[in-house]
């Protein structure tokens, strides 16, 4: 029995997305920058599938919505262009993915404590970014990728704005779009990954307010495709793939988000009957409801992921991009964990294509595994 529990890694491909995309393919070679009926009808394509994202995001102005090939690009799309202006001051907060830690150490930032929490400590960030009368691009993710922890994106994103127009407010919403609802009132960037909500990889969206528009500055140079902020033939198939997925979770959010949350809840239950010395990370705090991280005490997370993946259970140390490096969570120890209480934690993330029959059994194979690694240690 395989038992596949990490879909903030990656999820699979839902039917709704697939037909969508195969729908695309099977119309033939289709650009949408051609000038003929067959560019045209992809053209159409596009603009539909745009217009779905448009609708998700609250019926924003679809010329404000960029198609990309994910997350990380997006993110560096705008941490990079924005650098490239004169004078600007970056901030980020101390727990951000490393597709936002990555570009933004390039620009010597500002990096924003969290509280034990993992929530933005607001006081100190507001501080740091008053100080400083400078173009200021904030990085701020929606929700966190290791623990699940949310981000309350309107009491920050109304203090920052309320310092004044040279202050822009970015986040990285990755894990959260389509989890949890999203306000982009006041936010000048979100980016999004689609293979997190049963997209195709390799296609992801970029949205910035008329305000960011202004200001940043094109890093790619080509053919002007997406207004020239990510120019390149478009991936048609691949839209329409995301707007169908986009589309279906909308449809069904608060009934999906329910079910993840009865998932995620019932293997952490059981995981605690069979674990009696485990705890949930951020159990106290706002969570998508999708994820769980767990501490194991006086155990190496790296070997008891070893032991669940021997045993069929598909879990993580933490991101997908950057748990193979043999170190603590950044994110942990942010959060004040010490490198031996954050080395033996292990998240655990679930998707729609999960049962709670499976919550039971990977919880059953998790108290083996780590019966195991304590008798090991003793």
């Given at each position: 029995m395989?038992?596949?529990?990490?879909?903030?890694?990656?999820?699979?491909?839902s039917a709704a997305?697939?037909?969508?995309?195969?729908?695309?393919?099977?119309?033939?070679p289709r650009n949408p920058s051609s000038s003929?009926?067959?560019?045209?009808?992809?053209?159409?394509?596009?603009?539909?599938?745009?217009?779905?994202?448009?609708?998700?995001?609250?019926?924003?102005?679809?010329?404000?919505?960029?198609?990309?090939?994910?997350?990380?690009?997006?993110?560096?799309?705008?941490?990079?262009?924005?650098?490239?202006?004169a004078g600007v001051r970056i901030c980020c907060t101390a727990v951000e993915h490393a597709s936002v830690m990555g570009p933004v150490a390039d620009s010597c930032p500002t990096v924003l404590p969290v509280r034990a929490d993992g929530v933005l400590d607001l006081p100190r960030a507001i501080e740091a970014v008053t100080d400083c009368a400078a173009a200021t691009l904030v990085c701020v993710q929606a929700a966190n990728s290791e623990t699940g922890i949310v981000q309350p994106l309107q009491e920050i994103v109304a203090a920052l704005r309320g310092i004044g127009d040279h202050v822009y407010v970015m986040t990285d919403a990755a894990?959260?779009?389509?989890?949890?609802?999203?306000?982009?009132?006041?936010?000048?960037?979100?980016?999004?990954?689609g293979h997190k909500l049963h997209a195709p990889a390799g296609t992801g969206f970029l949205y910035l307010s008329d305000h960011?528009?202004?200001a940043l500055p094109l890093v790619l140079k080509g053919g002007g495709q997406e207004g020239g902020v990510r120019p390149g033939t478009q991936n048609v198939a691949g839209a329409c793939g995301l707007a169908a997925a986009v589309k279906e979770r909308m449809e069904s959010f608060q009934d999906h988000a329910a079910r993840l949350c009865a998932l995620r809840n019932r293997l952490e239950d059981v995981i605690l009957q069979a674990v009696p010395g485990a705890r949930i990370v951020g159990k106290d705090a706002v969570r998508v409801p999708n994820t769980a991280n767990v501490m194991f005490p006086g155990l190496d997370g790296q070997a008891l992921l070893a032991r669940l993946d021997e045993a069929g259970v598909y879990c993580?140390?933490?991101?997908?991009?950057?748990?193979?490096?043999?170190?603590?969570?950044?994110?942990?120890?942010?959060?004040?964990?010490?490198?031996?209480?954050?080395s033996s934690c292990l998240r655990f993330s679930v998707s729609l294509d999960n049962t709670p029959e499976e919550m039971d059994a990977a919880a059953a194979i998790v108290g083996r595994c780590v019966e195991r690694g304590l008798r090991i240690s003793q």
């Open positions: 395989k038992i596949y529990l990490d879909a903030n890694a990656t999820t699979g491909i997305a697939r037909a969508a995309m195969y729908a695309a393919l099977d119309e033939g003929h009926q067959a560019g045209s009808r992809a053209r159409q394509l596009l603009e539909r599938a745009r217009q779905e994202i448009s609708g998700a995001l609250g019926g924003i102005d679809s010329e404000n919505v960029f198609f990309t090939s994910g997350g990380t690009e997006a993110n560096n799309l705008v941490i990079r262009g924005f650098d490239s202006l894990q959260a779009f389509g989890r949890v609802p999203i306000d982009l009132d006041g936010i000048d960037v979100l980016t999004f990954s960011m528009l202004e993580s140390t933490g991101s997908a991009c950057s748990s193979a490096r043999p170190e603590a969570s950044p994110v942990l120890k942010a959060m004040g964990m010490s490198e031996r209480e954050a």
